[in-house]
């Protein structure tokens, strides 16, 4: 199910549209409403005076950050407009985003529409909607403006007629009260050309490498290798090591039968402008991996102003699981995990370290209660 918001208008000014209460928290049967995901979109009309193609890629730039806040403050979206659209070909995959189309030369009072979708559930995970988010604990979507002259890359000579900015989340609805796992997608400055440190503060399982650049970002070519000894990631040679990685997990195979090897799908991961240190798969629970305080990324690299997009698993806030009981009114004690085998309901059953990242379950009264009626 789909739930679109109001319309607001960019401002050359500056300042953000504010995004919430538009989604209903209980569901036709009772139940409650989670998000999946939002589809953040920017309907944009331009001009392009220059006599350079103004490419479609570049158009994500339109967002100049987009941020997704639970009640609790916690930001479990937080990048820059160019950064979510590889986050958002990096967790979804490549057949699943829609490119905004070149604008021509000279070009007047031209549409380039533009939709970034922002995933809470993730669907390259064992369980991928155990990331999704209660609309009870949603605050807010934040799109910051971005300034007038963001368009104008390269040779480019860009004005803006006007950006209108809507999203629509996209929900299911879910017959027990679930406390989700939670996760945080944001991004940190690397500190040099060949290193930098993330604070983690959880589990790391998402991990991409990209520079702002024209078409979509700058050029990695030069970036040969990666080591993060906290995770005892050895040297990866980029090219083709993490990149064969990425296509298994993502399903991109470059099969184009017209000319043999081409690529099948458009794809910053395969075009040398990001590139996936690590990578979530079906395979990939939310309590794998070692929870650090940080980690440190040594490359071989010589592209300056890079940056790592990451996504970190973290514990749901005592605030979260309070709210969450006295809003249902259901007792901690009514609580069991979320998980495939019944002999793992208990929470004491599970090593103490992974207690924080469980999901856990109990029955929705609303729904109990239609069911008695």
Known sequence: ME?????????SAGGSAYFFDWIPREGPNGGRIVIDGFWVH????????????????????AFNRIIVEQVDGKKRWNLPGDSSRVASYGLEGPERYT?????????????????????????????????ALPVDLFKQLVVEYPGANVFDIGTTDISIDFINYYVIAECHEELDL?????????????????????????KLHDLFLHA??????ASLANLTDVRIDELGIPPFLRVPDLEYIYRRKRNLGANLNSTMGGEVRSDPFVTDQACAV???????????????????????????????IHRIVTPASAMVRNRTSAMYKVPPGAFRVKAASKTMREVEKWPKPLRPFLP?????PNVMARGAA
């Open 178 to 202: 679930v406390i989700h796992c939670e996760d945080e997608v944001a991004q940190t400055d690397m500190t040099s050309t060949t290193e930098g440190r993330i604070v983690t503060g959880g």
């Open 99 to 131: 490119e905004t189309a070149d604008v021509a030369t000279s070009a007047n009072n031209t549409a380039a529409d533009t939709a970034i979708y922002v995933p809470m559930s993730k669907r390259h995970t064992h369980t991928p909607e155990d990331f």
């Open 360 to 364: 856990l379950k109990a029955p929705l």
């Open 278 to 308: 690590l990578l979530a798969d079906g395979d990939t629970s939310f309590y794998e991996g070692p929870v650090l305080s940080s980690v440190r990324v040594v490359m071989t690299n010589t592209v300056s102003a890079l940056r790592a």
């Open 42 to 61: 920017a309907d944009i009309q331009v001009d392009n005076s220059a006599a350079a193609i103004a490419q479609g890629e570049d158009f994500a730039r």
């Open 212 to 217: 702002t650049g024209a078409s979509g970002g």
């Open 3 to 11: 739930f679109k918001s109001e319309v607001k208008a960019w401002s």
